[in-house]
Nanobody, 126 residues
Framework: QLQLMESGGGLVQPGGSLRLSCAAS????????IGWFRQAPGMEREGVSC????????HYADPVKGRFTISRDNAKNLVYLQMSNLNAEDTGVYYC???????????????????WGEGTQVTVSS
C-alpha cells in the first residue's frame, strides 16, 4: 500500500522560503495525482496545490498562487512543494496525499484518495 511521508518543514521568517518533500514508500507514486494540504491551528484542513501523474498539470489555491510551486520527480518517487514569500497565514501542518487519478482546478475542495500521514509543521514567525 502506498504510504506518503512529508518532510522539510520548520521555522521561517516572514518573506522566507521552504521546500517541502513528499516521499513515497510501499509503492510508486508515478501513477497518482498528488495533493498538498495544510491545516492551520483551529482550522479545517484545506487543499493547497495538486499535480497530476505526469507533472504537466498543476493547480493552486488562491492564497498561494504565485508563491508556491509544486513539482515531482517520479524517478525518485518524490513530490515537492516550493514555498516562497511566506507569511503568518501559511503557518500550519502540511500534508501530502494521494488524490487518485485527477488533479482538479478546485484544489481547495480536493478529496483525498489515500490516507493522511503525520504531516510536517511549517511556522512562519519573526
Amino acid at each position: 500500500q502506498l504510504q506518503l511521508m512529508e518532510s522539510g518543514g520548520g521555522l521561517v521568517q516572514p518573506g522566507g522560503s521552504l521546500r517541502l518533500s513528499c516521499a513515497a514508500s510501499g509503492g510508486t507514486l508515478e501513477y497518482y495525482a498528488i495533493g498538498w494540504f495544510r491545516q492551520a491551528p483551529g482550522m479545517e484542513r484545506e487543499g493547497v496545490s495538486c499535480i497530476n501523474d505526469s507533472g504537466d498539470t498543476t493547480h493552486y489555491a488562491d492564497p498561494v498562487k504565485g508563491r508556491f510551486t509544486i513539482s515531482r520527480d517520479n524517478a525518485k518517487n518524490l513530490v515537492y512543494l516550493q514555498m516562497s514569500n511566506l507569511n503568518a497565514e501559511d503557518t500550519g501542518v502540511y500534508y501530502c496525499v494521494d488524490l487518485g487519478l485527477y488533479c482538479k482546478p478546485d484544489v481547495a475542495a480536493a478529496v483525498p484518495f489515500g490516507d493522511w500521514g503525520e504531516g510536517t509543521q511549517v511556522t512562519v514567525s519573526s
